[in-house]
């Protein structure tokens, strides 16, 4: 009987190290993935890191009051809600000073707020006019937010181009064990970020938090909004 048991208990303590170390399957991950947790599988896994920048200017919204309700509806409605992220008055009033970037998808506005640290450090400020020029694609794409696309047009003094010029490391989720089948919910400096389900995310350490956060994959394979340096 007590070999059996002891066999058990190791048997047990086998199949447990294995879900660990394994890849998420699609199914099993319900969890928020802690910044411990995240830390602890790239240093157990030491993935490559890749290197990426920003290819055009966004477009950008002044951050200037310390609440949400200081910024724009349009802008406030849709803030995070691609990657399901959650944003709080603290937050915005930490990054007052920095943008909250507006970004497009091909189905509709992908907004999020750059961190005031990253954004003094990385970014540089250019015009509107070299938004329309550099970036098409993003002011096409403001047809499916109209109020913005009027802010734009109107060239509102709370909007700002700007441009990402230093090059970002970034390591895969799938080298560190995530699945891309899965769907993967992270903790992060502002709240909580999903990676969807079929699909790569990217994560970027951000030395002014001291934490990770997420950059989702684009229809191009690369993080969403970059290309590789060169």
Same mark, same amino acid.
């Given at each position: ?6 066999? #058990?208990?190791?048997?047990?303590? #086998? ?6 170390? &394994?890849?998420?399957? &699609?199914?099993a ?6 910044? &411990?947790?995240?830390?602890?599988r ?12 920003? *290819? ?13 309700? *200081? ?55 250019? #015009? ?28 509102? &003094?709370?909007?700002t ?5 230093v ?30 389900? *079929? ?18 994959q684009?229809a ?11």
């Amino acid at each position: 009987m007590t070999y059996s048991f002891s066999f #058990g208990k190791t048997l047990a303590a #086998g199949l447990l190290a294995f879900a660990v170390s &394994a890849p998420l399957a &699609a199914s099993a991950q319900d969890d928020v993935q802690s910044q &411990a947790e995240l830390t602890a599988r790239v240093e157990k896994h030491a993935p490559a890191k890749e290197l990426y920048i920003k *290819d055009r200017p966004i477009l950008g919204w002044k951050i200037t009051g310390d609440t949400l309700a *200081d910024l724009p509806e349009a802008i406030r409605g849709p803030l995070g809600s691609v990657d399901s992220t959650s944003y709080d008055d603290a937050y915005i009033a930490k990054n007052v000073g920095s943008v909250v970037a507006l970004q497009m998808s091909k189905t509709g506005p992908d907004f999020y707020v750059i961190g005031k640290e990253t954004f003094t450090s990385k970014y540089e400020m250019v #015009g509107l006019e070299e938004v329309a020029a550099k970036n098409t694609r993003l002011v096409k794409r403001l047809d499916m937010a109209p109020e913005v696309l009027a802010l734009f047009n109107a060239k509102d &003094a709370g909007l700002t181009g700007a441009l990402k010029t230093v090059p970002v490391e970034m390591v895969r989720m799938s080298a560190i064990g995530y699945a891309p089948a899965a769907e993967v919910i992270i903790q992060s400096p502002w709240g909580t970020q999903t990676k969807p389900a *079929d699909q790569d995310g990217f994560l970027v350490f951000d030395s002014g938090e001291n934490q990770y956060y997420m950059v989702n994959q684009g229809a191009d394979g690369n993080p969403s909004s970059y290309v590789p340096a060169k």
